[in-house]
């Protein structure tokens, strides 16, 4: 999944580290300060041959300037993935043990956690 805010943030970096400006990214490329803006706003994604020149002009590979960004977006897949588990395991708890309240629930959540890193750290 392609995050278009991460690459926006990643361009920005790259281009400033170069001692661009919008404009003069945009001309050394081909197109627009304007589309320059809109990619670094995460507003529009630029197309394969844009993210080539893009890479040739502010030296780094084209791999290099997406690496990043779909690591990101690979890590905010698994922060959700492990809300999602969370969720699910306080439902399980609640439902074996329906006298817990939310707040002892997340107690005891908390307490496994640190239950599992202790384990995982003596071991």
Wanted: charge should be neutral; avoid cysteine.
């Amino acid at each position: 999944m392609f995050d278009a805010q991460a690459f926006g943030m990643k361009l920005k970096e790259l281009r400033e580290l170069n001692d661009y400006s919008m404009l003069s990214l945009g001309r050394k490329i081909g197109t627009s300060a304007s589309r320059i803006k809109s990619w670094e706003m995460g507003e529009s994604v630029p197309s394969a041959s844009w993210i080539v020149k893009l890479s040739g002009v502010l030296q780094v590979s084209a791999d290099e300037l997406l690496l990043n960004v779909m690591e990101e977006s690979v890590e905010q897949k698994e922060d959700k993935d492990k809300f999602k588990k969370r969720k699910v395991l306080l439902r399980d708890i609640h439902l074996l043990l329906p006298e817990l309240n939310k707040q002892d629930l997340l107690e005891l959540y908390t307490l496994a956690e640190l239950k599992a890193m202790q384990k995982e750290v003596t071991s």
